[in-house]
């Protein structure tokens, strides 16, 4: 993978990490789940709004693992 590719993979990383972290946000009502965790997701009351929390988590999980294996 070129120096460029790798560059654009990382860029388009954050933007969907970016986004992840808004749609938690959004779901949870605050950014109690930076330090909580799936805890934080599992006290919303809502179930629709926790399945896209626990959405949004899985999403925020994955670009983060492929943010560590990139570096």
Do not use: F
Not at 13 to 37: I, M, P, T, V
């Amino acid at each position: 993978m070129s120096v460029a590719q790798v560059k654009n993979l990382q860029r388009r990383l954050l933007l969907l990490s970016d986004e992840a972290e808004q749609g938690l946000n959004r779901a949870c009502g605050h950014e109690l789940w930076r330090s909580l965790g799936p805890d934080a997701i599992d006290g919303v009351e809502d179930t629709t709004r926790r399945a896209e929390a626990n959405y949004w988590y899985g999403q925020w999980n994955v670009v983060r693992e492929l943010q560590e294996v990139i570096g």
